[in-house]
Structure formats: C-alpha cells, structure tokens
C-alpha cells in the first residue's frame, strides 16, 4: 500500500487497467482449449500476492469452516495461518466465482487480529470475486478514491486466490466493515450505556437485505426499523427498513433502539420540511454535512 502512493495516481490505475486488459485476453486465449473441463491452463504467476487456502470440508454459506491461510508474493511468504472461511453474498452466491469472508484464527481456533498486506490488525475479511465487473477494478478504483479525499472506505488490494489447489482467478481483498479505530471508527457502544451522553452512540445502520444469520428470515422490530417516509413514487407498499448493523440486533438494549430509532425519524423529518435548508431546524442539525 505504501509504495502504491509512490506512483502518480492516473498514471498507475491506467498501468492496472492495462494489465487487467491483458490477463483478460490471455485467459480468453489460454483456456478456450479447456473449457470442456473448466480447469485453465495457468496459474498463479505471483507478482500479485497469491492467496492459498486449503480446507478440509466444502466451503458453505455458514457456518464457517475451518482452514488454513498461505500469502505468499514473488516466493515471499508473508502470512501462514488458520482461518474459519465462508462463502459470502447473497444472489452472487449462484455466480462461478464465489466471494468468500473469512476470520483469522489462533492455534485454539480462536479469534486474533492480524495484520494481513499491511492493513491495520483485524480478524474479519474479504475476498470479493468480481465476476459481474469483468475490469476487476471497480471497487478498488472508487474505494481507493475515497481514502484519497481523506473519507474512509475498506482498505483493497488485487490478490490471486487458489483454493486447495485450484486457481480460482483474480480477487479483491478488502476490509469487512464493521466497527474499529482503524475502520468506521465511532465510538463504542455497550448494551448497559442507556441514559445521557452515552446514549448517543457510536451506532451503525445499513439499508440492505438481511443476512443469511438473520434467522428471522424477515424484516422485525428486533432487527430493524422502518422509516416514517416510504421511497419516491413507492406502488407496492415498499418501506425503508434500517437495519442494526452496530450493536447488532442481538445487543442492542432497548434505549439504544428508541434513541436511533427517534434521531432518524427527526433528521428525515427535518430534510422533508419546508425549513429544510435552516441551518437550526433543517437537516445540517442532525449530520455533519461534509462527510455525508
């Protein structure tokens, strides 16, 4: 990551543009004598670091199995671990190329932090196959212009992924967000933090699906809550649910929900107002108007 600043930055996204175009043809060209068995016919070269995981059962979308985790760079060895892996995502799932999360573990199988590329220590990440982007570089280009305005955004980094001995391709290593001093860093939040100053967080919220350990299997006042104004031109009855993502729906008390719940509501009603743009009774109470 450091010595990516090094470079002038158009100049090298267009260096990796030029070397995703070229893998590209070449593994048009290589494997189209293969396709009957859909093994390709190249490896992992090793300029990028080459992730080989080995596990001894299928890899599942939950519960996480367990394995082992070697990074490895031009014959460097940079990370030999155990990990607890799973597939990730939800309609990719059914994609060629899988994504996958994984944790790091210790020798007891424990949860450790580690610090995996240069990224700051953590236990939690990614390794997101862009199949539907065929430049491989969409979400490291716009996540890694975020960071350069000074907006936090997971840390990426172009990998290659073998899975017990099968090439899996080029993958996008990254960050799983959550709650960090290296990643969102809002402050934290116990459950018994219920009146006053503590009250007011750090929380997290996502508008999203939910996820596949929610076994509810439904949008519910234990996961979320839905917002008071439903989206433009909605037809169908479609609501805005905002999900717990930090405390999660299993921690969070009671009075962490009705505050968060209460401080939405009261900031999207300011922004449906006519006083919209007062800088007291608007929206710019509620938000720091810059980084959102």
């Known amino acids: 990551m450091t010595q990516r600043r090094c470079y002038n930055w158009s100049f090298f996204r267009l260096l990796i543009f030029a070397f995703v175009l070229g893998l590209t043809l070449s593994c048009n060209k290589n494997t189209s004598s293969s396709r009957s068995n859909n093994v390709p016919v190249f490896d992992a070269k090793g300029e990028m670091p ?15 199995t367990n394995g082992q985790l070697l990074v490895k760079q031009e ?9 607890a892996i799973e597939i990730r995502g939800e309609s990719s799932q059914f994609y060629n190329k899988k994504s996958y999360g994984f944790e790091t573990r210790d020798e007891t199988n424990g949860e450790v932090n580690v610090s995996l590329l240069g990224f700051p220590e953590e236990e939690d990440w990614i390794l997101y196959g862009p199949y539907a982007d065929k430049s491989l570089i969409r979400n490291l280009l716009i996540y890694d212009l975020s960071r350069e305005m000074g907006r936090y955004a997971s840390r990426t980094e172009l990998v290659e992924v073998e899975l017990n001995n099968v090439y899996k391709g080029v993958y996008v290593f ?12 809002v402050s934290k939040l116990k459950n018994d933090e219920v009146t006053g100053e503590d009250l007011t967080g750090g929380y997290i919220l996502k508008i999203d699906k939910l996820s596949g350990s929610d076994q509810s299997g439904s949008f519910t006042p234990q996961n979320s809550f839905i917002s008071q104004f439903p989206p433009p031109m909605a037809m169908m009855g479609q609501t805005i649910n905002f999900l717990y993502e930090y405390p999660d729906a299993a921690d969070i008390a ?5 505050y968060i719940t209460n401080y939405v509501t009261a900031f999207e009603t300011a ?21 959102f």
């Open 50 to 64: 080459v992730f080989s995981i080995t596990t001894e059962e299928a890899i599942v979308d939950e519960p996480k």
């Open 75 to 83: 014959d460097n060895e940079l990370y030999d671990g155990k990990i």
């Open 174 to 185: 990254m960050e799983q967000l959550k709650r960090d001093d290296n990643r969102i860093n």
């Open 254 to 258: 009671p009075a962490q929900k009705q």
């Open 271 to 291: 922004l449906a107002s006519e006083n919209f743009k007062d800088p007291q009774l608007g929206y710019a109470n509620y938000i720091d108007v810059d980084s």
